[in-house]
């Protein structure tokens, strides 16, 4: 339905397996729109990842595969054990931390996209999902390369952030700082 195929597909096909700046900032801006949409009523969607965000053949961005989103209310009561999700694109509070599950798991994936993105791979790739999942509670991402201008790390940086508190409050307020970054004036970490 999607002839563009997947942003994944696509990142394969690039230079070192990224995108430029502005690239990035384009494909986070559509995705970010979309979040936006799902967390005005009230949704977490829990699974964003490459392989999820859908490309048109005329330039359409949309995020598919609502399989495991929730209702917020519903969302945070989810304990099964089980890990419901990709852990490379899990928040903490998703793979097993003491955090509530709510909106600010997605502000974490977007940001695990947008390093994506910018670096070719995720910021957190153990041996096997378990060891991932640990990775993600436990460990800080891996340093950016110096390529990567600086705000923009800081953009990316504070979307994984272990406390969800910390994080961007909702996409309109990552949308906002990465439209600030876009203009050319100082973001706010």
């Known amino acids: ?9 696509l990142l394969r096909i690039t230079k070192n397996n990224r995108f430029s700046e502005e690239v990035s900032k384009f494909y986070m801006a559509c995705v970010v729109l979309g979040l936006e949409a799902m967390q005005s009523r009230e949704l977490v969607y829990r699974d964003l990842k490459p392989e999820n965000i859908m490309l048109s053949r005329n330039g ?17 009561q989810t ?11 899990m928040a903490p509070e998703q793979a097993g931390s003491n955090w509530p599950l709510g909106s600010a798991a997605d502000i974490w994936a977007l940001g695990v996209v947008l390093y994506v993105c910018l670096v070719g791979k995720p910021p957190f790739h153990g041996p096997t ?17 110096d ?36 203009r050319g004036e100082q973001v706010q970490t």
């Open 60 to 76: 359409y961005v949309k995020v598919a595969d609502f399989g495991l989103a929730k209702w917020l209310e519903a969302a945070s």
């Open 129 to 145: 999902d378990l060891a991932t999942a640990k990775m993600v509670c436990e460990a800080e991402p891996a340093p950016m390369p």
């Open 79 to 89: 304990r099964t054990g089980a890990l419901l999700g990709t852990p490379s694109f």
């Open 1 to 9: 339905l999607c002839e563009g195929g997947d942003l994944y597909n």
């Open 147 to 182: 390529t990567v201008p600086l705000a923009l790390q800081h953009i990316c940086m504070r979307c994984l952030r272990k406390n969800p508190a910390e994080r961007f409050a909702s996409a309109r307020e990552l949308a906002e700082e990465l439209e600030r970054w876009q």
